[in-house]
């Protein structure tokens, strides 16, 4: 029997993993409350009112009635949908308040549409295609990290990872950002300050003459006209949640942003947080999409797939994805592909020795032994 030891490196990382965990889960806030509940799972038209019904309901009776099956959409319905409008930088907000980095977008938007026409969408050019501006610079986290004008030689990794602390933890003192930098062996001030004048440097000012990174009046936030793919995807998929008739799009256009995991191949501590609550966001979108596309007398059952993988691309252990899958292949008469989903499930759930949900199992007990009935001529 050999003795494990830890270096006091390792033991502050394992410390600081222990304490993110032990965080209290935080209740959707704004628009995410209309995302699907995860004990509604996507439910491709059957002959016959589906089984899944009869599992579970809210109230936790049995339930065969196929003439509501999507509480949580029925109840958004009639929810204001916001304007679309340029996409704006995050606002100073604290750890326990809004998403990290974002937004939700500015309700009173409304009037100034009625007023000026129509705001740009997302894909639109915001001003008149004669007037040649310069693209504010990005910050892209949905996949490996990478900053507009920071390359990947030198200094490069370090400096990009700082500014993408500063865009989703704005407003934070230069002590903050040493110790979050480097936990162990935190920057010093003079180190510090040599990367921010980087940031400077290779990001240039705005068109209003401000630099991209201003000097700090009460902690270190970036120019307003500085965004992200997730500042994106927090936009597009809140319009598509709040108009659950026509916002298929704006959530199919969320997902189409991600480019891998967020954040993937680096490991910053002080991205743990922040990174789950983009993977938590993004399983909501995807589940709502699969949910919707599975709705209606004309359901597509492939985008409803394509929904669900992607998720799974993202977070593999997402079961009430699983969930949808196996419905998804069930209700379309593909035992094969029901049978696929169940044995990718329980491969993830034997590598990461979890237990599954009482509601998958019986999902899984369901589809196996059932015989579906005769399509009706």
């Not at 040649?132 to 507009?148: D, F, K, M, N, R």
Request: charged share 25%.
């Amino acid at each position: 029997m050999q003795l494990h030891r830890l270096t006091d490196e390792q033991y502050l990382l394992y410390l600081h993993a222990l304490q993110v965990t032990e965080e209290p889960a935080e209740p959707a806030a704004g628009t995410w409350q209309l995302a699907e509940a995860h004990e509604q799972t996507a439910a491709a038209p059957r002959p016959e009112p589906h089984p899944l019904l009869r599992i579970r309901t809210s109230d936790g009776e049995a339930d065969s009635d196929p003439g509501s099956p999507f509480p949580a959409l029925l109840a958004s319905v009639g929810a204001p949908r916001t304007t679309k409008t340029a996409f704006s930088a995050p606002t100073d907000t604290p750890d326990n308040e809004a998403a990290p980095g974002g937004t939700t977008p500015d309700p009173a938007a409304k009037a100034g549409e009625a007023v000026g026409g129509p705001a740009a969408k997302p894909d639109e050019p915001a001003v008149d295609a004669g007037d040649e501006q310069p693209s504010a610079p990005e910050i892209s986290v949905l996949g490996p990290l990478t900053v507009s004008g920071i390359t990947h030689s030198g200094h490069g990794p370090k400096v990009a990872a700082l500014a993408a602390l500063i865009h989703v933890r704005p407003g934070r003192t230069a002590e903050f950002l040493c110790t979050a930098m480097d936990p162990v062996n935190p920057w010093s001030t003079r180190t510090l300050q040599t990367r921010l004048s980087e940031i400077r440097s290779r990001l240039g000012a705005a068109p209003d003459g401000q630099p991209y990174l201003p000097r700090p009046k009460h902690g270190y936030s970036f120019h307003p006209d500085v965004t992200s793919d997730w500042r994106r995807f927090q936009d597009l998929a809140t319009w598509g949640l709040a108009d659950p008739q026509g916002g298929t799009e704006d959530l199919e256009n969320a997902l189409a942003l991600l480019r891998g995991k967020p954040f993937e191949g680096r490991d910053f501590s002080w991205a743990d947080a922040v990174q789950q609550e983009m993977i938590s966001r993004i399983i909501d979108t995807a589940h709502t999409l699969a949910v919707r596309h599975t709705e209606g007398d004309q359901p597509d059952l492939d985008a409803a797939r394509r929904a669900a993988l992607r998720g799974l691309e993202i977070d593999e252990t997402a079961e009430v994805l699983y969930r949808d899958w196996m419905n998804i292949e069930w209700g379309g008469g593909n035992t094969a592909g029901v049978r696929k989903a169940i044995a990718r499930l329980q491969q993830v759930a034997r590598t990461y020795d979890i237990s599954l949900e009482p509601v998958t199992e019986q999902l899984i007990d369901l589809v196996l032994a059932d015989r579906a009935s005769p399509a009706p001529k």
